[in-house]
């Protein structure tokens, strides 16, 4: 049972445009919504994170909107360079007993963006 | 120097043998984490500790086994290696109780079960 579901699987934009990444999830505990950035042959590493009182974070020319009520969050990545091509997991923790703290990940986005 | 190191980085065995990965961290956190990526399934927690006498299981801990050696180290085992264990294992490390906590993964093992 996939708690935090991620479209596309893979997306293609010109260098230049802009690419979007939506992830949905159904579990109310969650509490912290990160995106983690991998590129071949590397581990994931966290790009940007946002908690659900807000409802955007930018850095750079990466943004997170995030729609508490609709319970649904995406990545939006401006001017997308060729060296954004990379995969992308959305993710979701949820405090679980004794505060152990788990992330649920996303299926990943394979973004290639051409030059 | 890579903060948290997995050895080997690639691995071919043969079903029913037993092997084990290993993970080490110099970043001095107390939190490790061991998950496996599958192409259209993303990361899956197979097991965590959040210190030496910790040991969870994840999503996915049937078949594994894990031992927490030491803050710095955490290994994971297959006991019977299996076709459908064939991927891509990554160890990661989070500091403790740091509110917005960030996990730092390791390079991954790639793994072929025959």
């Known amino acids: 049972q996939q708690q935090v579901k991620q479209s596309p699987q893979s997306l293609i934009v010109q260098k230049g445009g802009i690419s979007i990444i939506n992830c949905a999830y159904e579990?109310?505990?969650?509490?912290?919504f990160p995106w983690y950035q991998q590129f071949p042959g590397k581990g994931p590493a966290l790009l940007i994170a946002?908690?659900?009182?807000?409802s955007e974070k930018k850095e750079g020319r990466f943004t997170i909107s995030f729609n508490k009520s609709a319970k649904q969050f995406s990545l939006h990545i401006m001017d997308s360079q060729p060296g954004d091509s990379a995969t992308y997991f959305c993710?979701?923790?949820?405090?679980?007993?004794?505060?152990?703290?788990?992330?649920?990940f996303g299926s990943g986005t394979q973004l290639t963006v051409l030059p | 120097d890579a903060d948290v190191t997995q050895t080997p980085r690639n691995r071919i065995t043969k079903t029913g043998k037993r092997i084990m990965l290993e993970c080490s961290q110099t970043?001095?956190?107390?939190?490790m984490y061991w998950y496996r990526q599958d192409p259209g399934l993303g990361l899956r927690l197979i097991y965590y500790?959040?210190?030496?006498?910790?040991?969870n299981k994840g999503e996915i801990s049937d078949g594994y086994s894990v031992s927490r050696q030491a803050q710095a180290k955490f290994s994971l085992s297959l006991e019977s290696a299996i076709p459908n264990q064939t991927a891509l294992y990554f160890c990661?490390?989070?500091?403790?109780?740091?509110?917005?906590?960030?996990?730092?993964f390791g390079p991954g093992t790639r793994l072929l079960v025959l």
């Open positions: 500790s959040f210190d030496v006498k910790d040991i």
């Open positions: 990661a490390t989070s500091d403790r109780d740091r509110g917005l906590e960030t996990q730092y």
């Open positions: 579990n109310t505990a969650f509490d912290y």
């Open positions: 970043k001095g956190h107390d939190r």
């Open positions: 946002i908690r659900p009182d807000v």
């Open positions: 993710a979701a923790r949820r405090i679980s007993s004794g505060s152990a703290r788990q992330l649920t």
